[in-house]
Structure formats: C-alpha cells, structure tokens
C-alpha cells in the first residue's frame, strides 16, 4: 500500500551520459579513462582499476595529466627512496666514520711521538700522554669497526629504497584514477584547470626531473660532494663591498641630513621631556593620584580600582621609574602615531589612489620584522630614547591610519549627503559628521596602536631606550628568570592600564 | 501668463545626466546623433541617468516625481541642489541660474532656500534630536539660542514637542522621519526636496505621515518637489504628478489628468487598478444638460442638485438614495449637466 | 494669486524657548544665576562672550570639582601649579644655591693652589709655582664668574615672583570667564544624557580639595626646595621585595625544569626532528634545486610577476652569501608555522565549539600577544635551554593566537542555516565540519596562516637572541657593533624572505578564493 501511494522518486532515472565530457577532460586515451571514471562515479568504491601509465611514468604522468601538487608530492617521495638506493649502492657508508678513526689515529700517532719525547728527556707527562694515546688508538678501533659495520649495511639501504620506490609506484597506481576523477569533477566547475595529456608539461616536468634526480643523489650519496654544490660558490668580495658601501652611503646621508634628523629628534625629544616631567620628574604620589582619578573619571571606578592595584604592584616591587619612563616612551610614541596617522587615514578615506599607494606600504610596515629598520635608524638617528620611539611609530602607526581610513568610509554616504545638502563646507563635515561617526573604528586603531608600542618597549631598549624593557633584556642576557617575569610583567600592567582608560573613554561615549 | 513666470521656482531644461568615465564623449555623441541608451552603454560603457528632462514647479505646489526604482527619479531631484552636477541642461532655482553659482554661492543657496528630506532619515545619530534639528541653522552660524528656538519650534510643527531631549536611535522610524521633515523646515527654505521621504515606512504609519504632512503643507504652502514611487502617494499629496521612467518624463498633469488620459501604455498600466472615486469629478463624466434626452419616467426637476466639481465618490452616495439622474450645477447654481446612473457606472470603471 | 498662496514665513512665529526650570534643576544652587549667564552665552554667535563667574575665579580648579567639570579642573590645576611653583621659588627657594656652592668648591680649590704654589717658591722652583699660580687664577675666575651667576639667579627671584603673581592673576581672569562657557556645554549635553554631572557636590568638591592640597603642597615640596625628601622623589621601597620575589620565582622555575626535564626534554627532541626533516630539504638539498623549486612554485602560485621577484630576491641572497643563513631562517619558520597550524586549527574548531573553552583561552591569547616577545623568551630559556627548538617554541607562543583566533572566527562565521540544513540531510557532526564549516571558514583561516607566518618571522628574528642562529644573528651582531652596512644588508634579506612567503601565501589565497 504505501509503495503504491508514494512512487520512489529515484526508481526510473535517465542515466547521465558522462563520457563526452570525459572524453573532452582527457584528450589523450580517452575511451580508457570514460571507462575508468564511469565507473568510479558509479560504484564510488576504489575499485582495482591500475593506471598502467601512472605505474609506469610516475611522477611524469602526474604532470602530464595536470595533476601538479600530486607531482611534487611524488617526486620529493621518490628522491628519498632514490637516495636510499643511491646510499646503498656506491655510497661511501662508512665514511665519516673513518675519517674520525684517522683523526683519532693521528693523534694518537702525534702524542706517542710526544711521549717518546718526554720519556728521553724524562718529562713526567710521558706517562700520561702514553695513557692517552692508548685511549685514542682504542677508540680508533671502534670507530673503524662502526665504519665496517655501517659498510655492510648497505643492503639494508638497498632494500629500504627499493620497498619505498616500490610502494610509493604501487600507490600512485592505485589512487591515480581516483584522482584524476577528482580533478575532471573540479574541471566540471572550473574550465581553467588543467585538463587532458599535455607534452608541453610532460616536458616541463622531464626537464625538472632530469635536473632535480641526479643533483640530489649526487648530493646526498656522496660522502664529501663538491662545494660548490654546498653553499653557493659566490666571492665573499661581494658582500663585504657591498656592506662598505651601505655604510658609507649611510654616513654621507646621516652627515648630509644633519640638520632633518636633528630637527626630528629635538622635535620628539621636546614632547619626550614634557611628558617626562609629568610622569617621571613630579612627584610620586602626585602622578599615582592623578592616575588613578583619571582611570576614575574617564572610564569607570573598577579601573581606578584596577590602576591603583597596578601602581602598588610598579611601586612596591621598585620599577616605578622605570615603569614611568616605559608609560612615557608609549605615550610620545602613541601621540605621534595618533598625530600623524589620523590625518594620514583622513587622506586615504578620500583619495582612491594616495591609498592603493600607501597599502603595500602599511602592510610592509606591519610584515617587517622590527630589527630590520632598527639599523637605518640607529645610522640616522644613533641611540637613545628618540630612535626607540620612531622605531616603535613605525611598528604601531598602521592600526591607526587603516582603522581611520576605514572607519571614514564606513560612515553612510546617506547621512554626509544629508550634510552637504544642508550647505556644509567640507571641514564641518568631516569634523561634524565623519569624524563623530567613525569614533569607534579610530578608537579601535589607537587602542592597538597603544599595545603595539607597548610591544616594542623591549626593542627600543635594544637601542639605547631605558625603562623596564632594560630590565627584562638584562634580565635575559643573565638569564635571571624572575626579574625578568616581574618586569615583563610590570609591561603588561601597564599596557592593561593605558588601554582600560582609553577604553573607558569610548565606551562611555558609546554608551551615551 | 507673465505672472505665471515669476511665480516658477524650479525649473530644469533638457537636463541630462550621463554616469561613466566617458560622459562627456557619450554626451557629445547623443547631442550629435541621437543616439539611444543602449548605445551609450555599448559604445562608451557609461549609464543613461536622466534623458532630457523638463519641468518647472510654481510656487506653491506640491509637485510629485514618480517612478519605479531606477528611472532616475533620485537622480534627478539632485539636480536640483546640484549634489548631482547635471551632464547638460539648465536648472533655475528661484529665477537664479543654479549652475552658474560659486561653491560658496551654492552652498549659501542650500542652507537658506532649500531643505531636503530623505528615504533613510540621515539623521546624525552622535546628536540630540534638537542639534539635528538645529543642524542647518548651525551651518548659518546662527546663535544657540536662536537655534534652540528655532528647533523647538520646528519640531512642534510636526507634533514632536518634548523629544528635543532624545537621541535619533531612541525614536521609532516614523518619529525620525518627522525629525528629518523638521529638520528640513528649520532653515525655513523657500524649496522642500523630499526623496522618497515615507518609503522606508510601514503602510500605516506612511499614510499618518502623510496626513500630516498635507495638513503642514496646507498651513505652509511650502513649494515642494516630492520623489515617490507609490503612484497612491502621488495622487494624494501632489498637485501635479511628473512620471518618469528610464530616465524620461513620460507624463505631467494633474492627478485627475494622469488617470483619465494615460500617456501611453506605461502610464495606462499605472493607473489601472487606481480607484478613480475620488479623481474623477463630475464635470468630466456628465452630459451637457442641452444634450441630455430624458429616458421614461424620470423627471429633472426631481433630480437630487450637487456641484459639478463633487468627485464620484460622493455622486455616489447622491444617487443610491434616488431613482432620478443628478443634475450638476455650476458656481452660480445653474443646472449644467446630468449623470445618468449608467454613465456614473461607466465612469466608475474608465475614469471618464 | 501669488498673495493667497504665499509661503508663511514660520519664523515669524516662534515662541521663545524657555530654559530656566531646566538649568535650574541642572545648576541646584544659583539657578538664576545660571539662567541668565547661560542666555548670554547662548545668544552669543560665536559661542564666546564676554561672562565672568567670580566663584571660579576665586576658587579655580575646586570650582570645577564641585560642578563635575573635570577635564577644567586639571587644566586649572596644572596652570595654577606652574605659576605656584615660580611664586614658591621666588619667596622661598634657594635660587642660585647651586651656584654658590661651586664658587665654594672653587675658592677652596683656589686656596690650595695657592698654598701649593707658595710652597714650591719656597723649594725654589719657580717654574712649577708659575703653574699653579696660573691655575689658581683659572680657578678665581671661575669662582668669581659662579658667584657671579650665583647672585644673577638670586636677584632673578624677585623677578620670577613678579611674572608668578601676573601669571596668577591672569590665569584667575582665565578661570572666570570660560567657566561659563564650559558649563553651558556641560549643561547642553546634561539636556541629551542626564547622566553627566549637574548641580554643585560638596563631597566631590571637598576630593577636589583634597587632592588639590596634597598635589599642591608635594609639587611645591618637591620643585621649590633645593633638597627635596627622597619619600617625594622616589618610591620609598627599594628593590628588596623585587630581588625576594624575583629569586623566589628563581628557585620554583628550577625546581620545575629539574623535576620536568624529561618532559622539556621530549619536547625538545620532537621539535628537532622535525625541524631536521624540513633543514635537510632546505639547506641540505643543493642549492640550484631549491631554488628552481622555489621559483615554480611560486610561479604556479602567485604568477610570472612574483616568480620574477621570487627569483631576484633569491639571487640577492645568494650573491651575498647568505643561502645556507636564509634556508636555516625558513627552515625554522616553516617548523613554527607548520606547528602552529597543525595546533591552532584544531584549538580553532575546539573554540568555536564550546565557549567555555573560547571564555577561557581568550585571555590567554590576549596574553600571548599583548606581553612583549622578550618576555615569555625568559621561561623558554629557564626550561628549554638555547638553541634551535626553544627559538621555534618562542615563535609559536607568537604565532599561535591568530591562527587560532581566525579559525574560531572563520567558523562561527558560517551561517547558521546553512549548518542547520546539513544536519537536517542527516550529516554527522564530522561531515558538516568537514563538508560545510571548513569550507566556508577557508578564506577566514587561510588569513590567520598567512598571519600566523608573518609572526613567526618576526619572531624568529628576535630568536636568534636565544641562539637560534639564521639571518636574526646577523642583524643582532650588526646591531651590537653599530655595522649598518651588514645589519641592512642581512634585513633586506629578512625582508625579502617575509615578502616572498606574503606574496606566494597571498597569490595561493587568492587561488583559493576565486575557486571557492
């Protein structure tokens, strides 16, 4: 009754002729391969359908056929199996071995002679060296035994290589056509990959091979290969003229740009020693409760709570100078980040161009590993606080510039058309307008430009920048464990402090 | 006819506007050979905006742009603020030639002639209802305490009284709308631009907004060029109705001219299935008195008497309650014309 | 015609808004006061005008307290302190002690020399009396040109107070007349946000007074008195507790890495061996083969362009002498990006999974981030010694947040429906992870891979301080000797390994996505 009232839908279905489509994927051996993928589509199980050509040609047929990945794959597998045999077949298995026992024999040849010498002149070291040389020549021997034992395994070499050449063939036969038939149901969606028998990557891959085999074999299976092969054979010439170059070019441009870089460093150290004197040269108590009232104020009174909890654990465990001076670094670096990348994003949220620009700029900026510009900007700008802190700008000014940028474009044309319409002059909008409505994104930006800096107060103090990242780098050239803990962890309170007051800010400004 | 000049506020001639990199080469193309929108876009890959369009509103007048999304309606409403710089044609506003003005000149004329309303509110969500409300006479530099007057004021208008206090995000969409209405009173412009101004609204709410802004514009008279593309909303608020589709007006008249006399085909199609009960009146359906033959048993004189300018609605209501044809009459009282029931039947269903 | 449908002009009709109820509820006291000052400022265009409010003059910075206006307070208070502390050293301070006492040092000095030279015209040598005499009278001028200065800083008191009290004056004109101002704009944001401060508070403005009398008097202490008490000018406890605790963290860190060494051990070694797979392909592979690897790969991945680029940044590294360098840099990266992969993404599904985990491994990975490199280079060091492996466990705790974030982000990402009609076909919790969620999260995670490496890369670098060797030594040694020739030389190959890897990574990304 209810197989009569519900008709199995999957009862009667015309079967999908696939093969001129295989027939199109596979170019070459065609009639094979609709056969072959039919019937995988069909049954979904790995029947045992051999590719003969994939068995034979391995690697090739890989390529041949497109199948890129599965190609490399193969051939690193191969070199290793190929190697093997290549070890065992001539290589010089024993070799290091021996050339330990020589090395040992001679020695122990040179301190007999020694021996021999203190003994006619009646030195009293003789004995001992004698002793000594006993001991080399004993293990000499066994060296040399090692190196005749490890020679006679190259057998088992042998057959380690032949077992995996073996069975990588065998499972490149197996799985070939599975494969393959993955690749035509990609093909199916994307026309653009690799389709049918190619000798123009059969080629490709031939030469690759024929380059790639004997170099490595040779490499590995020889016991001293050639040095050239080693290293690359380039004249060290090369490097040295090059570095006396940069270095004289270094020290024109520091001597010519004399007056810039001084100008940058009075600049900086001018905010540098104002903020200074608030933090570091008022009293303590006085910037401890100026602190903790503006955590109070600007966010709430659980970070007031949080930064005095803060300040005892700085005071107490007698970093607060250096704790200062470390707020003090991240607070000029911050100021400038925020004072040159807000107008910077500004730019960018306008002009198409000066951004597409600018992008690989930023995003190198954030990629380069900061040692990198640390040497420029010591040959510019030599050590101390003020390359510490252009070093940390570099580091932290993209967040700020890209979340501006951002937080710019994201406000609705809706509302800045509204404005226009309204008769307001570019500068109202975007102070009015723009600028209130991206506050998040920017708030976002400076909020991580904030904790970058704070990153790299340990760098700067590689540089010459003192405060706790002087602490935890000696703390590590002496490996003393727990003062440099201690620090470390002074940096984070203070990176936690000067983010929850920020925060605090915002999300009040939020709230309302 | 002279009067009638001076009393127009907007007026746009053969403004066209061509998007896409190549405009001005499309333009050219089109002044010179006609060229059609199709071709533009093959030849010079830019998009058809707005095609020769034409129009002028009077003082006064509620002036309706309607069209699907697409025809260009948006667009050109923009013209008229220039926040779209037109590819070629005139725009006058208040007899001032609009693209001839100076960014500062243009600017002055936006903040103190023109208020525009908007589909999304456009609301600046960091400010009070009031410096929203406020905002374009901040823009004037006016003082605080004329602004805080002002927007007061303003926003009694539209019978927010009390709200000046509250963030945007804390009204209902219907309230915002009626912020940004204010808003666009404050400056008291001599223009109103309305871009789709109840579309982003529920029905009900749509129709309240509606009322109430027909009862200010009655009080106001503020002339106003209204974008919808609800042809219902079109023919309730506006005094004459301009329909455009594919970036061409297509029709202007009168609500009742658009019903009864379709343009063409498109416009037909529009004003099919709207009931004509209260855009017809009886001055388009009856029959000249002169001309009128009595059937059997009926006897004018017996004939309920209505004005010839009572829509069929009420000629309606006249007639269920009789067995006789109504006899329309003129300002002074004279019998004019009769409406048979049939003809009213036949009016009921073809508008004319 | 044009008369009957004139525009009404509206503005002729609008009644005056009334604020005094309001800004009297907003002042508390002296409403009516308020009321009117607020009407001149309002009414003004500009919003400034001329209003002085005598109570902030008088009172400054414990005027804003009690009105809630802090950000004037601190503006009052720190202006008001400049100029206090000229007055301070004016009356009281010893301006020019410094200087005396030099001219002090001097004539002792001076007087010595003298005896000197008398003693050695005595012995009759009359050159070396000569000498000292003529130093002696260096030091006279020296000591007449301190007193000099001395007496110049001394007499600079009185002007100091002259320019202290016109100061105070003009700062208290200042106070009076933007109080107003700024109250009003307290006022208009009090109308929107009743939750800023309105009405005047004795107990805020009696913190204010507090903190005004201790800020004051301790700045005061501390800039005016030529010997200021260390208890202002330092922390009042030395090191004593940091050297205790810290030797203390000492003694459990050894006792840990004695007691677990064959766990750090073990570690160690699983480390290494991988990382000796990956050099032997790198480094032990010969060169011409890695490099023509390199460069096909990153042709089929990323296109001729950065194939070209690919195969100049491997000839500037070669011609320099840097290969065997650089494949031990990649050779590390790769071992710290593959572990962190293969760590990270399943932590990401664990995490996306169940948020009490993700609750509890967030601040970690805040942690891991947030706390400088160096840091965390300390513990490694305590328990896994130098070297290689502990250099790829630094990186890791570098390079696993992103991963791991990203992942997690990628697959709560996954709309919910589509989950949902996955397990309504009947899919396994595996399948709809492995059919639905990693697909969709793809773009998410392959973003946190290409991060997670470019981490490990700049952490890499810094491991070369543990002596993890590769290009990080180079710079770290020309760092050290000031060799900005060779440091920029090894960064720029540092830069183009990161720029390589970015740009294959990226280009195979893209691969990916336009596929999916």
Known sequence: ?512 | MNDNEKDIVIELKNAWKIFGERASEAMAAVESEGIGKAEVLEQYGAVVGIADCSFSVRRGEIFCIMGLSGSGKSTLVRHVNRLIEPTSGEIYLLGEDVMKLSPTALREMRAKRIGMVFQHMALLPHRSVRDNVAYPLEIRGESKSRRWDVSQHSLSLVGLDGFEDRFPRELSGGMQQRVGLARALASDPDVLLMDEPFSALDPLIRRQLQDQFMALSDQLHKTTLFITHDLDEAIRLGTRIAIMKDGRIVQIGTPEEIVTNPADDYVRDFVQNISKLKLVFAHTIQTPISEYKPVDGEDLSQSPRVSQDVDLDYLIDVATNTTQPTVTTDESGNDVGVVSKDRLLQGIRDGK | ?516
Request: net charge neutral; with cysteine.
């Open chain 1, 1 to 512: 009754m209810a197989e009569n009232s519900q008709p199995d839908v999957t009862k009667d279905i015309p079967k999908i002729d696939l093969s001129d489509s295989i027939r199109e994927f596979s170019g070459q051996n065609s009639d094979y391969y609709v056969d072959t993928l039919s019937q995988i589509q069909a049954t979904g199980e790995n029947l045992n359908l051999w590719n003969k050509a994939a068995l034979l040609c391995g690697p090739a047929w890989c390529a041949a056929r497109g199948l890129w990945n599965l190609f490399w794959l193969f051939t690193i597998a191969e070199l290793v199996a190929l190697v093997q045999l290549g070890k065992g077949i001539w290589g010089d298995l024993g070799a290091s071995k021996m050339a330990e026992a020589e090395q040992l024999t001679k020695r122990a040849h040179d301190l007999r002679l020694e021996a021999g010498v203190a003994g006619v002149t009646g030195d009293e070291s003789a004995e001992s060296s004698a002793e000594i040389a006993m001991n080399l020549e004993k293990a000499a021997e066994l060296a040399i035994q090692q190196a005749q034992a490890a020679a006679s395994t190259w057998w088992l070499y042998l057959i380690a290589g032949i077992v995996l050449y073996v069975v990588l063939r065998y499972v490149l036969g197996k799985f070939a056509n599975r494969l393959y038939e993955l690749q035509y149901s990609a093909w199916r969606l994307n026309k653009k990959i690799a389709s049918g028998f190619s000798m123009q990557r059969l080629t490709i891959a031939l030469v690759i091979l024929v380059i790639l085999v004997p170099l490595t074999l040779y490499r590995f299976t020889v016991s001293s290969p050639v040095e050239w092969l080693v290293d690359v054979p380039v004249d060290n010439a090369y490097y040295t003229n090059s570095a006396n170059a940069l270095e004289g070019w270094f020290d024109r441009t520091a001597e010519a740009g004399k007056g810039v870089f001084d100008g940058i460093t009075a600049g900086a150290q001018s905010v540098l020693d104002a903020m200074e004197l608030l933090l570091v040269d008022a009293p303590w108590p006085v910037v401890a409760v100026f602190l903790v009232v503006i955590a109070w104020r600007v966010a709430s009174i659980r970070v007031a709570i949080f930064t005095a909890a803060s300040l005892c654990y700085i005071g107490f465990l007698g970093l607060w100078e250096a704790s200062m001076v470390s707020i003090v670094l991240v607070g000029a670096a911050a100021f400038f980040c925020i004072l040159i990348g807000i107008p910077l994003g500004i730019w960018f949220s306008r002009s198409e161009k000066a951004y597409a620009v600018a992008r690989p700029v930023l995003d190198l900026m954030q990629t380069i590993p900061p040692f990198v510009y640390l040497i420029p900007i010591i040959a510019f700008f030599g050590t101390g606080r003020v390359p510490g802190i252009l070093a940390t700008i570099i580091f932290a000014m993209p967040p700020v510039i890209r979340l501006t940028a951002l937080g710019l474009r994201q406000v609705p044309s809706t509302v800045v058309e509204a404005a226009v319409a309204f008769g307001a002059t570019k500068w109202r909008i975007l102070v009015g307008v723009e600028l209130p409505l991206a506050t998040p994104a920017i708030m976002t930006g400076v909020n991580q430009t904030i904790l970058m800096s704070l990153s790299m107060v340990v760098i700067a103090s590689l540089i010459g920048a003192k405060g706790l990242g002087q602490e935890v780098l000696t703390a590590l050239q002496y490996v003393a464990k727990g003062q440099g803990i201690l620090a470390g962890l002074a940096i984070l309170f203070c990176a936690m402090m000067l983010d929850r007051i920020v925060q605090g800010r915002f999300q009040r400004q939020e709230d309302q």
């Open chain 3, 1 to 516: 015609m044009a008369e009957s449908i004139g525009t009404v002009e509206i503005l002729d009709v609008i009644p005056e808004v009334d604020i005094s109820d309001s800004v009297k509820e907003f002042a508390g006291t002296n409403g009516n006061y308020y009321t009117r000052e607020f009407k001149k400022v309002q009414s003004s265009k500009s919003g400034y005008c001329w209003t002085f409010n005598i109570g902030s003059a008088v009172f400054g910075p414990l005027w804003a307290t009690a009105r809630g206006l802090w950000g004037l307070f601190w503006v009052f208070s720190l202006l008001e302190m400049v100029f206090l502390v000229m007055l301070g050293l004016g009356v009281w301070g010893e301006l020019g002690a410094d200087k005396f006492a030099r001219a002090e040092r001097m004539q002792t000095n001076y007087e010595k020399m003298m005896t000197r030279a008398e003693t050695a015209r005595e012995q009759g040598d009359e050159e070396g009396a000569a000498s000292f005499e003529k130093r002696a009278e260096n030091l006279a001028k020296a000591r007449d040109k301190a007193t000099a200065e001395g007496e110049i800083a001394a007499a600079g008191g009185t002007r100091l107070l002259v320019i202290a009290i016109i100061g105070l004056v003009l700062i208290k004109i200042f106070e009076g007349w933007i109080a107003n101002i700024a109250y009003e704009r307290q006022y208009s944001r009090w109308r929107g946000d009743r939750t800023v401060r309105s009405g005047l508070s004795w107990p805020i403005g009696l913190l204010g007074f507090v903190i005004i009398a201790f800020v004051y008097v301790v700045t005061l202490l501390r800039f005016t008195t030529a010997n200021p008490p260390d208890v202002i000018t330092e922390f009042p406890i030395g090191n004593t507790y940091y050297l205790a605790i810290a030797s203390w963290i000492d003694y459990w860190f050894d006792l840990a890495s004695q007691n677990f060494a064959f766990l750090f051990q073990g570690v160690s070694r699983g480390i290494r061996l991988i990382l000796d797979g990956v050099e032997t392909l790198l480094v032990g592979t010969p060169w011409p083969v890695v490099m023509a690897v390199i460069i096909i790969f990153a042709y089929r991945s990323a296109g001729p362009r950065v194939a070209v680029f690919t195969a100049a940044a491997l000839i500037y590294i070669a011609v320099l002498g840097y290969w065997q360098k650089s494949m031990a840099t990649v050779a590390l990266l790769g071992t710290a990006s593959f572990l962190c992969v293969a760590i990270g993404i399943p932590l990401g599904v664990w995490f996306a999974r169940s948020q009490r985990a993700f609750n509890m491994g967030r601040p970690v990975l805040d942690l891991m981030q947030t706390l400088p490199s160096f840091v965390y280079l300390i513990p490694i060091i305590a328990f896994f010694g130098t070297g290689k492996p502990p250099g790829i466990l630094a990186s890791m705790v570098f390079g696993l947040p992103p991963i791991i974030r990203l992942t997690t982000l990628g697959l709560r990402q996954v709309p919910k429906d589509v989950v949902e009609a996955a397990r309504a076909f009947g899919a396994t919790n595996a399948q709809i992870l492995r059919n639905v969620e990693i697909p969709l999260a793809t773009p998410s995670i392959m973003a946190g891979v290409n991060q997670t490496i470019l981490m490990c890369l700049s952490m890499v670098v810094i491991a070369a301080l543990i002596d993890a060797k590769g290009l990080g030594y180079d710079v770290l040694v020309a760092l050290q000797y000031a060799a900005k020739g060779q440091g920029i030389l090894a960064g720029v190959a540092i830069l183009f390994c990161a720029i390589v890897i970015d740009r294959v990574i990226q280009g195979k990304f893209k691969d990916t996505e336009k596929g999916g």
